[in-house]
């Protein structure tokens, strides 16, 4: 029996345990609270940063929407950025990406408060993380270690492979699977477009986390018996449906489900756990923030 790990019940998991932490900051007074920077007409872009609002709000995090026009110079956002972290109220930033073309992301991520970085982005942070020592780690690969958890998969010992280097998926990903410490102690291999013989590298693998953007790409035949398989890909494809697509994966779920002692379906795998986490990364930075000693 392959064991699907239903990451919108992890997710709700993660919630309800968060609801502590925030009565303990409210009883002192604190108010959790997210401001969300859009700089973008992109329609996902926009229903990403409504959602994370409307997550906000179901805890009892204190959400604070910012709009800039997609247009507009980029010193209006960094201008956007130093008020917000010089802000007492506002414990997390999170700006949207993409940036349009004329904003420099790397800039952006810089300038933004690392004690304020709830995405976990800042070069301060991605050191800190890579050092294991993290103050906020990334929400994608931050869910994926606490669906593994909870599903029951140690990852000690165990051949994990990685497909994807990106600085919000991947490489996070490959680092905490590497450290010493729970929920990492793996031997890790990462994969990316010029990896040669990716289905060897797959099929020697315990555990696979497919970020690469390639939708199907990764199918049974590249993997062994009792695989677990986290599959974070999130891609539309034209479809039969009402809205004209549909979401799949970077993974065929039917052929690696056949293989897998465990594999995460899209949507409602991963996707709810990276929400999740920021709401996690939100409540822990108010904590810091304020002083107060939650437990999270
Ligand atoms: P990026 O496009 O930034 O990175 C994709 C990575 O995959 C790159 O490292 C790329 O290699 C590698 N890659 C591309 N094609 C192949 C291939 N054929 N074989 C092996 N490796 C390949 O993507 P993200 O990391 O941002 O996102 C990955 C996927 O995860 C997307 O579908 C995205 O929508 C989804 N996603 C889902 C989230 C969730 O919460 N479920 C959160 C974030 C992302 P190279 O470096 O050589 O270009």
Redesign the pocket.
């Given at each position: 029996m392959t064991d699907v790990i239903d990451g919108n019940a992890v997710a709700q998991g993660i919630r309800d345990d968060l609801r502590a932490s925030i009565d303990q900051l409210e009883a002192e007074d604190v108010t959790p609270t997210l401001a969300t920077v859009l700089m973008s007409d992109d329609p996902a872009s926009e229903t990403y940063v409504s959602m994370k609002q409307d997550d906000c709000e179901e805890v009892g995090i204190e959400a604070i929407d910012v709009e800039i026009d997609s247009d507009a110079p980029a010193e209006e956002l960094f201008e956007t950025i130093d008020e917000l972290n010089a802000d007492e109220n506002v414990d997390g930033i999170l700006v949207q990406m993409p940036v349009p073309e004329h904003v420099d992301k790397r800039a952006v991520l810089e300038v933004i408060d690392p004690e304020k970085d709830v995405d976990g982005f800042h070069p301060e942070n991605v050191g800190r993380l890579v050092a294991g020592n993290a103050r906020y780690k990334p929400?994608?690969p931050h869910?994926i270690q606490k669906l593994l958890a909870t599903a029951g998969v140690d990852t000690e010992g165990k051949d994990a492979v990685v497909?994807?280097?990106?600085?919000?998926?991947?490489k996070p990903m490959a680092n905490l699977f590497m450290q010493k410490a729970d929920g990492g102690n793996a031997t890790v291999t990462v994969?990316?477009?010029?990896?040669e013989n990716?289905a060897e590298k797959t099929r020697d693998a315990d555990i696979v986390v497919a970020?690469?953007?390639?939708p199907e790409?990764i199918d049974g035949s590249m993997l062994s018996e009792g695989v677990v398989v986290i599959d974070?890909?999130?891609?539309r494809v034209d479809a039969d449906t009402e809205k004209g697509y549909e979401l799949i994966?970077?993974v065929e779920y039917d052929s690696a489900k056949d293989k897998a002692s465990a594999i995460t379906p899209?949507p409602g795998?991963?996707?709810p756990?990276?929400?999740a986490m920021l709401l996690y990364n939100t409540v822990k930075a108010a904590g810091r923030q304020s002083g107060v000693d939650i437990e999270l």
């Open positions: 929400c994608t869910g497909v994807g280097r990106s600085d919000i998926v991947g994969c990316h477009s010029r990896t990716l970020a690469a953007g390639v790409m974070v890909g999130i891609n994966g970077d899209v795998g991963v996707g756990m990276t929400r």
